[in-house]
Structures are given as C-alpha cells and as structure tokens.
C-alpha cells in the first residue's frame, strides 16, 4: 500500500510568493494533518482536517491556510512567504477515531527554501 | 508555559549496548505519549504509543516507560544496531480528541560499530 505522498519534494520561492503544497493520505485515512519544521527542532502542528472540516489550528498567522477534499487529500497555502517559512512541511494522516491515540503517519515532506 | 525537553546533545553508545533517551514534559497532562523515529530528510516514522495508566511498553527492542508522577518517559533500545542510528523525537496529545501531537526537539542517537 502507498504511504502519504507529498509534492513537490523540493521547492524554492522568493519573499512575497505564494505556495501550495500538496499531500495524499493513506488509503482509508480520513484525517490529514500538517506540520512545518524547522532545521534542528520537532515538528510543529499547523492544522489538521478530518471529512473535509478545520479541526485543529496551531499557532500560525492567517498566512497560512489549508483544505482538504471529498478524496481526503489537503492542499497546504502559504501566502506572501518570509525567510522565515524555509522549512520541512510534513503531512501526516491518521485513522481518526475521535480521539488522540491515533498514531500519525507522515510523508517524507516537501522542503521549501525562501530566498 | 508548556515545554517538552529531549536531550538535546547527540547520544553516543556502543554497538550492542541499550541505549536510554529521556523526554520531560511540564504543564502538560497528556493522556498518551508516543515515540517516532526521523531520518534525515524523512518524515517520522510512529515507533510506539503508551497511555498514562500503562508505566511499561515493549516491542521487540524497544521499550517505553511513562512516568506521570515524575512528567517523564524513557524510551530504551536495547542491543542496540548501527541502523538504529536516527532522531527520536517524543510527542505529546494536546487533548483536543483530534490526533494532534506537540512534539519534543527529539535526540540524535549514533550507534558505532
């Protein structure tokens, strides 16, 4: 079976452009979360989408923006990019049970350098 | 505030020792803690969930306890492998219901040969 995929994999913008970044979850998998992490430090929750609905919302400007779609894949958008959201961007979806013991499995994320 | 610690420094140990690396957490009441393993230039890979009233879990080399009293979790690999080598990062449930996870810095772990 195919893990979560991401793409691109790789992604160079300058200050001010917008990106979307793409994911496709596990088969069955309903939920899809979106994490950023920077070189040297953990993942840091971004948003997680279960059927289609905002669930969750971590503590990122309005900047930020995410959906998911009736076939369970979430496109990610970061408006007017700053140096500052050079990051890894990983997509994790989870077999929701409404509850917080699902385990998250990730994509290998898309890294996005801002110049 | 609320804070998840790793060992920061890298762990370095011996083949075939166990390697401990420790997660502590304040201010936090988690319900589950789980670990995952990262290599470079990967996502992180689920490794094992312990819940607040289980103190022990294992699987296969690996073994977690989950101290809520002291805030800590151990995570041990015990006959440890040079392929063991990676980032173990632990993370936290923020109680929200929806599988959303605040993770540690996580612990680079080197196993030499």
């Known amino acids: 079976d195919a893990g979560v995929t991401q793409s691109p994999t790789h992604l160079i913008k300058t200050r001010g452009q917008h990106v979307t970044l793409r994911c496709s979850p596990i088969s069955g998998h309903k939920s899809v979360s979106w994490y950023q992490q920077v070189l040297g430090q953990g993942p840091q929750f971004i948003f997680q989408y279960y059927e289609k609905e905002e669930r969750g919302r971590g503590n990122f400007p309005d900047r930020f923006s995410a959906r998911q779609f009736p076939n369970y894949s979430s496109e990610l958008n970061v408006n007017a990019l700053l140096l500052g959201d050079s990051a890894l961007y990983l997509c994790?979806?989870?077999?929701?049970?409404?509850?917080?013991?699902?385990?998250?499995?990730f994509g290998n994320g898309t890294r996005l350098t801002v110049t | 505030s609320q804070k998840i610690e790793q060992n920061s420094e890298a762990l370095n140990i011996q083949e075939g020792k166990t390697a401990t690396l420790t997660c502590n957490y304040t201010n936090y009441s988690p319900a589950y803690l789980q670990w995952y393993r990262q290599d470079p230039g990967r996502g992180p890979v689920f490794l094992l969930l312990i819940r607040e009233n289980e103190k022990e879990k294992r699987k296969e080399r690996l073994k977690v306890t989950f101290d809520t009293t002291l805030k800590q979790s151990l995570f041990h690999i015990t006959a440890s492998q040079p392929a063991d080598s990676a980032t173990y990062l632990c993370a936290l449930d923020m109680l929200t219901g929806y599988s959303t996870l605040t993770f540690g810095k996580g612990t680079m772990l080197l196993v030499s040969p």
């Open positions: 994790a979806s989870s077999l929701e049970t409404g509850n917080s013991n699902s385990p998250l499995h």
